[in-house]
């Protein structure tokens, strides 16, 4: 299949590397000509740690696939799927689509990467809006397999079926969202986290340390190998119904303590950020970024082996 990546930074990079590893001819396009020679240097290091870490068997294959290109024209020429990852501004992707929707053959599927802006919102009023929808991905999505597929009202079922296909096709996670909301499920689920996380620091009842902590020795192990619904169903002798009975009545009393929607202070959001540096000079992000990086590349690597060693 004949992939067009529209956007080439770190998204569509990202993207670049989960098509081609699966097999499909990948195109780059960016308003930015530099964007799309620095995005596709930046793969090749990417894929190093791939191949490194046994994730990938032939990273010089693997690069012939992507290619770079200097005009939206070009980029969808014979594409039969195109992935956008332009900034989350509705303005911007009205722009984007309906160029797009001219452009592209007529078959071609349009998805955007979008974190949180439904497709209604801008692709209403195009000829080809049937084949719109959104494919939300986890950043980076060649380490971390989720897809959010979310069509809007006008979205053809083909369509929606068609973009779950090229995401198994490729090794990701595809999960339908059956109707539109603003955020999707991932973002609405790590904002309610992120809510009570702020939450309990501001009120005095834990360190920001000693909150991250909670979740990546505490939660964090359980969730990265299963969701909270068979979490609490094998937290309770007889399942989920036995848990929702024993605890309902604890996690009833905590909402109604969890009401507030007031946007995070800037005392507290300053108060973070230094805890935060005073752990990670700000200099030292990128490399906490790659180490993070290598480790979801250790995680892949044992899940990999632990599904084989299940069937």
Not at 56 to 61: C, E, G
Not at 100 to 111: F, R
Not at 281 to 306: C, I, V
Request: charged share 25%; with cysteine; glycine share 8%.
């Amino acid at each position: 299949m004949n992939i067009a990546v529209v956007g080439s930074g770190l998204i569509g990079q990202a993207w670049a590397i989960v098509f081609a590893r699966g097999g499909h001819n990948v195109k780059m396009w960016d308003g930015d000509p530099k964007a799309v020679e620095v995005g596709i240097s930046l793969i090749a290091g990417q894929v190093a740690d791939l191949k490194e870490a046994g994730l990938i068997d032939d990273p010089k294959a693997l690069i012939a696939r992507i290619s770079g290109c200097k005009t939206l024209e070009e980029v969808l020429d014979g594409a039969e799927y195109v992935q956008e990852n332009l900034p989350e501004r509705v303005e911007m992707k009205k722009d984007i689509f309906g160029r797009m929707d001219k452009l592209a053959s007529p078959t071609c599927v349009l998805a955007s990467s979008t974190s949180s802006i439904p497709a209604s919102a801008f692709t209403e009023d195009l000829p080809g809006r049937a084949r719109c929808l959104i494919a939300h991905p986890v950043n980076p999505p060649y380490l971390v397999p989720v897809v959010e597929i979310c069509g809007a009202p006008w979205t053809d079922a083909k369509v929606i079926q068609q973009t779950w296909d090229v995401m198994e096709s490729v090794g990701q996670k595809p999960v339908k969202i059956h109707k539109e909301l603003q955020g999707f499920i991932l973002n609405r689920l790590q904002g309610a986290l992120l809510r009570e996380a702020f939450k309990l620091v501001e009120q005095g009842y834990v360190d920001p340390e000693g909150l991250d902590v909670t979740v990546k020795d505490g939660l964090g192990l359980r969730w990265s190998f299963m969701g909270p619904f068979e979490t609490i169903d094998l937290n309770a002798p007889d399942g989920l119904a036995d848990y929702a009975r024993r605890f309902g009545n604890m996690y009833q009393s905590i909402a109604e303590e969890q009401t507030s929607t007031e946007p995070w202070s800037e005392a507290l959001i300053e108060k973070l950020e230094s805890a935060r540096r005073d752990l990670l000079p700000k200099d030292q992000l990128l490399a906490r970024r790659l180490w993070r990086d290598r480790r979801l590349m250790g995680l892949a690597a044992h899940k990999q082996s632990a599904a084989k060693n299940t069937k």
